[in-house]
């Protein structure tokens, strides 16, 4: 079902964006040929724009292309909430090349390194932008599981495996996350003429973040109560800040549980 373009920050760019994307792959559609001289950089400059396809349970829009060595994978995020448990959790991109709803292989990025800033006052004082800017600048690993010939665990983003993947955002504020796969790894040739299946899943914060959450909302609760118990006003709405700036509301839960869908494309074999 084709519906139409991508989304963005504001109502009028919200609907113009959703109106040129596709609603989700239909089942085997094709990948796209990846664009000539592709850079994975966490940027979307190389790849036809709008996107692919968009999910909405996750908020995401995505493109599948593959050449005749790599596979190759773009998102592009609006959803701040989806944003947040992005990066903070990582994406977990996974592959079936029997074209069955069952992960075989997956990488999971962008994943911060233990030197991720922490909220200090500099830095609420930043835009939202910059502030989500400094944490992918620390997303310094992927992880991945069942690669054909290579060991399960964590990789840093530099390695020789020549997987390869960046994040970034754009000047629109969307997260952009890119990787190559190479197809050695995932079982694939371009010659697969049946259905790969594919999973999305965008993980959750850890319990770690969740307290520090309770702890925030508690805390604010109790400056309420201690102003209406002076006769004083009590503290505007709180909007968060660092990982959580603006992150408050009804949404928030949505922070704490993962989201995937599948979807199945077949191989591209030809620009």
Same mark, same amino acid.
């Given at each position: 079902?084709?519906? #139409?373009?991508?989304?963005?920050?504001?109502?009028?760019?919200?609907? #113009?964006?959703?109106?040129?994307?596709?609603?989700?792959?239909?089942?085997?559609?094709?990948?796209?040929?990846?664009?000539?001289?592709?850079?994975?950089?966490?940027?979307?400059?190389?790849?036809?724009?709008?996107?692919?396809?968009?999910?909405?349970?996750?908020?995401?829009?995505?493109?599948?292309?593959?050449?005749?060595?790599?596979?190759?994978?773009?998102?592009?995020?609006?959803?701040?909430?989806?944003?947040?448990?992005?990066?903070?959790?990582?994406?977990?991109?996974?592959?079936?090349?029997?074209?069955?709803?069952?992960?075989?292989?997956?990488?999971?990025?962008?994943?911060?390194?233990?030197?991720?800033?922490?909220?200090?006052?500099?830095?609420?004082?930043?835009?939202?932008?910059?502030?989500?800017?400094?944490?992918?600048?620390?997303?310094?690993?992927?992880?991945?599981?069942?690669?054909?010939?290579?060991?399960?665990?964590?990789?840093?983003?530099?390695?020789?495996?020549?997987?390869?993947?960046?994040?970034?955002?754009?000047?629109?504020?969307?997260?952009?996350?890119?990787?190559?796969?190479?197809?050695?790894?995932?079982?694939?040739?371009?010659?697969?003429?049946?259905?790969?299946?594919?999973?999305?899943?965008?993980?959750?914060?850890?319990?770690?973040?969740?307290?520090?959450?309770?702890?925030?909302?508690?805390?604010?609760?109790?400056?309420?109560?201690?102003?209406?118990?002076?006769?004083?006003?009590?503290?505007?709405?709180?909007?968060?800040?660092?990982?959580?700036?603006?992150?408050?509301?009804?949404?928030?839960?949505?922070?704490?549980?993962?989201?995937?869908?599948?979807?199945?494309?077949?191989?591209?074999?030809?620009?």
């Amino acid at each position: 079902m084709k519906i #139409g373009k991508l989304l963005l920050p504001g109502t009028a760019l919200l609907a #113009g964006l959703f109106m040129a994307s596709s609603v989700q792959g239909q089942d085997a559609d094709p990948n796209k040929w990846a664009p000539v001289n592709i850079q994975i950089d966490g940027k979307a400059t190389e790849w036809p724009k709008p996107l692919s396809f968009y999910n909405n349970d996750t908020k995401l829009f995505y493109t599948i292309a593959n050449d005749s060595n790599n596979l190759y994978v773009v998102i592009s995020v609006p959803d701040p909430v989806s944003q947040m448990k992005i990066m903070r959790a990582g994406v977990t991109f996974s592959v079936n090349p029997t074209g069955k709803k069952k992960v075989v292989s997956s990488v999971t990025f962008p994943l911060l390194g233990e030197d991720a800033p922490e909220v200090v006052e500099s830095q609420n004082q930043r835009t939202s932008i910059e502030w989500r800017r400094s944490i992918l600048q620390n997303a310094k690993h992927i992880n991945v599981e069942g690669l054909i010939g290579v060991p399960d665990g964590n990789l840093p983003v530099k390695n020789d495996k020549n997987i390869v993947s960046a994040a970034s955002l754009d000047d629109q504020g969307n997260l952009v996350c890119e990787v190559a796969i190479p197809l050695q790894y995932l079982g694939l040739t371009i010659s697969n003429d049946k259905p790969v299946a594919y999973r999305f899943k965008i993980n959750p914060l850890n319990r770690d973040d969740r307290k520090a959450k309770e702890k925030e909302q508690k805390d604010r609760q109790a400056a309420i109560a201690a102003a209406q118990k002076e006769g004083k006003t009590p503290p505007a709405e709180h909007e968060g800040h660092g990982m959580y700036k603006g992150m408050n509301g009804p949404g928030m839960e949505n922070l704490f549980y993962a989201k995937d869908f599948w979807t199945r494309q077949t191989m591209a074999t030809h620009r």
